[in-house]
């Protein structure tokens, strides 16, 4: 073996790296919006009741 990449080597490794980002982005999304969930119930309990007051007349006029 003299370290050398066959053609057909060197496009299967690209193909696959291809393959294994695009699995890895599909199954992260699931993950993704957890987190961004998650992260939108903690800034609603934490926030006052003049800032909570005030999004909820802001989401009423939009409606």
Do not use: C, H, N
């Amino acid at each position: 073996m003299g370290g050398e990449l066959s053609p057909i080597g060197l496009l299967l490794m690209a193909v696959g790296g291809l393959v294994s980002f695009l699995l890895g982005r599909y199954l992260s999304r699931g993950w993704r919006a957890k987190r961004r969930d998650k992260e939108a119930a903690a800034k609603l309990a934490s926030e006052t009741r003049q800032q909570r007051r005030a999004r909820e007349r802001k989401a009423s006029k939009q409606r």
